[in-house]
């Protein structure tokens, strides 16, 4: 099987990285660009940044392998990918909610996760949320409100920068979100 399983914890939690195999990181970057292209809130050039920053670390992660390879390693690639996907949501929500640009970005990992048959990432989802979180509180382009939902652990930012239901710049306002 193209996804591997470890145990990263007492608690039994599933982790498997995507990033370690490269057919299967590649797959994964074409799949989550479309899902995000079809939810029409990102424009193109916003769907290439996301591609070419999973391509870079699958690039960086088969690079690595071949020196030495480590589940620390393979944790920490996961971590990066992570925060370049929360930085950018946010950067890309300039006139969208942080919040429901996030939303998107969750669901269309989801979605990617299903198409790719491979078991949903709970723990690498959670870090995007928590990484959205920890960046948006720096973020000084934007007011943010952010709430935290302790009992289920997610996380809810919302800027003060919105637009009307047609978007703008080719963005947003899509109502028929195809399924993401």
């Known amino acids: 099987s193209y996804c591997e399983l470890h145990t990263i914890n007492a608690n039994h939690n599933a982790d498997f ?17 479309s899902n995000l292209k079809d939810c029409g809130m990102f424009n193109y050039e916003s769907v290439e940044d996301y591609y070419e920053v999973i391509i870079s670390l699958t690039n960086a992660e088969i690079s690595s392998k071949q020196r030495h390879y480590t589940k620390a390693k393979e944790k920490a690639m996961l971590g990066a990918l ?39 990432n709970k723990d690498f989802i959670s870090e995007i949320e928590d990484m959205v979180f920890v960046l948006s509180r720096h973020n000084s382009d934007s007011e943010n409100e952010i709430d935290i939902d302790s009992e289920s652990g997610s996380v809810s930012v919302q800027t003060s920068i919105n637009v009307n239901e047609g978007g703008s710049n080719g963005q947003g306002g899509n109502s028929n979100n195809n399924g993401i």
């Open 17 to 33: 990285s995507f990033l370690s195999n490269p057919q299967k990181a590649r797959e994964f970057a074409r799949n989550f660009v």
């Open 82 to 120: 992570a925060s370049s996907i929360a930085e950018l949501t946010i950067v890309e929500s300039k006139h969208i909610s942080i919040t429901i640009k996030l939303r998107a970005v969750i669901q269309a990992i989801k979605v990617t996760f299903r198409q790719i048959n491979c078991p949903e």
